[in-house]
């Protein structure tokens, strides 16, 4: 089968790895170029489920653990806070995860095919463009949760060793 990986983030960099020794022609498509390929958000994820992942495609997910949270401190609007004992959530390279994914496999960087196009090419077309479903039909509904996240570098050590979230 000759398939076509619409997207590299963690997603299609992941499916990527997994096909990698397949008896399948897999060709991977990422719109942005390739220096300017980046993965902006959810820096934070669970790390016993990333640690099967990474197994499966022959990687240690240590190498890309950044942070092991412990304790989540909330501080709500009415200046109530309080922390949360955790269980996995951690920070990661993300970026590194995904390129290390997909560094020894085809990759088409600045190119987003019409749909039309790929569909004479390939047997098997996957949309790993997340939630902006470039090749898939849009939700009627659907939910969004707009949120910022910041990766801050201190010069004096950190102020927390741990996850903060303020509304």
């Not at 220096?35 to 640690?51: M, Q």
């Not at 304790?71 to 920070?91: A, E, P, S, Y």
């Not at 479903?133 to 659907?142: A, C, G, I, S, T």
């Amino acid at each position: 089968m000759k398939i076509a990986v619409m997207g590299m983030g963690v997603a299609g960099s992941y499916l990527m790895a997994r096909l990698k020794n397949s008896e399948h022609e897999v060709i991977g498509y990422e719109r942005m170029p390739k220096e300017r390929h980046d993965s902006i958000c959810a820096w934070g994820t669970i790390k016993p489920v990333l640690n099967e992942f990474c197994k499966k495609t022959g990687r240690n997910f240590d190498d890309f653990l950044i942070h092991d949270g412990k304790n989540m401190h909330v501080k709500m609007n009415n200046d109530i806070k309080f922390d949360i004992g955790l269980k996995g959530l951690c920070t990661y390279n993300k970026l590194g995860l995904i390129q290390d994914f997909i560094k020894d496999s085809k990759v088409i960087y600045g190119s987003a095919p019409k749909l039309e196009e790929l569909e004479k090419e390939y047997d098997m077309i996957v949309d790993c463009t997340g939630f902006h479903r470039v090749y898939l039909p849009k939700l009627k509904e659907d939910f969004f949760l707009p949120t910022y996240e910041y990766k801050v570098e201190y010069e004096n050590g950190l102020p927390y060793d741990d996850f903060y979230i303020e509304p």
